[in-house]
């Protein structure tokens, strides 16, 4: 039997990759041929991304070379090879001056091979000419035809590997129902796997994986590592291994993202194991691949690359994907509401919560009115999201459609497609039963969609979101202690809070007089933001006020009329005007209705809006939401006097026991039984001043703004029988 050749090959390295993975394939090929000696001219590996460089040790003789690369000489002096064979341009991984030793013609006497495996190897440019190259691939050979140097081709093969799909399934704990997509490379943005993790994005909701084999090198950590930060749940990253062929076998698909490629040998290797196949048809094909009816090419537009997944797997729909963090809060809502209520949800993303909403509502039987609410482009300043949305050409409601037709959902809610704010226009004030705020998560944004919202919740009805009390989403805490004063209900990381329902007490005495008519006009705009307005009209009192029970007998009026006692004592004689006017105070905190209201707003006759009406609205709830914040049962909206003043925020003042004037002021519910034991234990005195003497005999919090938001109109005051002016 005649001795066999000697063939030495001269890798630049051996890890992990292509290259190493063609020089295996061909040691295997031609191990009955020749004696095969491999050189490693750098070790790159460090002892790991070494799965081929282990299966060559095994196979063949194997050195690696460290700091003396010249140990190269020695080594192919001593093994006295027949073919020294390059798995790259020489020039471009060994030193020249080892090199022109190697190529020297007239003391070599073995023959030298070149093999490149890039596309971008320029013929020209090669400083050290072999005797023969060897190429991986046809359009490779042709580019260096020209050169009057034999060539060959030793092109990677496409075998016909058997297999039983099922038990590769199993082994690997692929699930048996769902649809497996493989890619095989090194994380580079040359392998550009960016592009399989968005169109993975694109199709979390269904049965689908995107699996990864590759190694994920240092030098290349700053492409990878922010894929690895936002990677889609849908993809799964085995980093290297040593059992590829076991995910080949595995897999039913085959997605190569790569742009730039000479011959791939995945490619082949997917082919191989009968995988369909999807990736470019780069030049550097040619035609090798358009008869293949295992092959689909694909481009840049990742819509038809996701048709062409979803046309040839066909995946069972799983889920939306998306953040849902409120299921137990939308079960409960439903429980709670009756027929005909009207439901927003504000924040839709791809529509996991709201086709859950949507089902409940199915599940619960009731008769609801449900719109939801958003851009679907994202938050503009959440890159996550943007990233998600770009995925989707910059718009996501169309897959938002999708998702509500697969969830058997559509025509089953309205949709506003617009911002916060131009959606909250479509409703009127006090017209929703429940409204979910999820949309953009920062303070700003939160803040603004508590002022467009808030409004449009009926009294008696709920706003919540999401993220609350979390250390990533601080903005959104901030913005909802702001607005409620810390008073919303907290439920895991969401927030809940019920409208309080207020009940508007206006104690009149002549209707038809001009000051209780611009009075009343003033009033009754409130009934626009729910609050339910009550005009009291009591008889003017026109005896004598009764000394029963009175604190000052003493000052009761010889004549029933107003005055000072004497001037400067800062007290007036107590006409049957006060004690009638004492008496409505009181009929009113007798009669709060503590089971349809939680809030009592008292109006004097003469009491009018002095500021603009949203603005006043909006500060009557948040004095109700200061009042359970620090139990206060008193707050007037006047910046009334008083003795001292102990400002709470730049809105409120906490008080001393007395204040000036009572034509406007909020009382809770809560302390009914508070006041009705007051109007037994304190005896009866002009409104303003009983109020004084109730807060002095018995402490309690008493408020008032720091801006004045009720005046008292101009007119002839039946108290003190004149005309009252205010400057």
Known sequence: MPKKKKLLYVAPHLSTGGMPQYLLKQIQSFTNKFEIVVVEYNDHSGGVFVVQKN??????????????????????????????????????????????????????????????????????????????????????RRKFEHLNIETDIWEYPIENFKYDKIKAKKELGFEKDWKHVLMIGLFTE???????????????????????????????????????DTKPDNCVVWGERSDVEAFYKASDMFYFSSKLELNPLSVKEALSYGLPSIFRKLHTYLDTYDDNPLVRYIDDDLMNTKRIILEKLQPDFNEIPGWFSYKDLYDEIIDTLVDESNIVEVGSWLGKSTNYMSDIIKKSKKNFNFTTVDTWKGTLDEDLHQNIVNSFGGDIFYEFIDNTILSNNYNNFEMIKDTSENASNHFSNSSLDFVLIDAGHSYNDVTADLSYWYKKVKPGGYIAGDDYGTNIFLGVTQAVDEFFYNQPKQIGFNWIRRKPRIQIKHLMTRPNDLREMVSQASLKQLERYGMVYEPIVNKPYTDFAPKEFCRRPEHLSKDNKPGELYPGAGLGWITGGHYGCYMAHRGALETMNEDEFDYTLIFEADAFIYTGLEEFVDIVHKACFLSERDDVTYISFAD????????????????????????????????????????????????????????????????????????????????????????
């Open 190 to 228: 040359g392998k550009n796997q960016s592009e399989i993790f968005s169109v993975a994005r694109q199709m979390e909701k269904y049965k689908i994986k995107f699996h990864f084999v590759g190694n994920q090198a240092m030098n290349f950590e700053s492409y990878w590592k922010p894929l690895m």
């Open 55 to 140: 299966q060559i040790n095994d196979l063949v003789k194997l050195y690696s070379l460290y700091e003396n690369k010249e140990e190269l000489i020695n080594i192919i002096n001593s093994e006295k090879p027949d073919i020294v064979h390059f798995q790259e341009i020489p020039h471009h991984f060994v030193n020249t001056k080892i090199l022109d030793v190697i190529f020297d013609n007239n003391i070599r006497d073995y023959n030298i091979v070149v093999t490149t495996h890039g596309s971008l190897t320029n013929p020209d440019e090669i400083r050290y000419h072999p005797d023969r190259y060897i190429l991986v691939s046809e359009w490779s």
């Open 640 to 727: 009334n006097p008083s003795r001292s003043k102990e400002r709470v925020d730049d809105l409120f003042s906490k008080t001393a026991h007395n204040q000036d004037l009572a034509h406007a002021y909020l009382i809770p519910n809560r302390k009914k039984q508070w006041w009705l034991d007051r109007i037994k234990d304190c005896k009866w005195d002009v409104a303003d001043l009983w109020y004084n003497h109730v807060f002095y005999e018995h402490p309690e919090k008493r408020y008032t703004t720091n801006k004045v938001y009720s005046k008292q109109a101009e007119g002839y005051s039946l108290l003190d029988l004149k005309n009252k002016t205010w400057l």
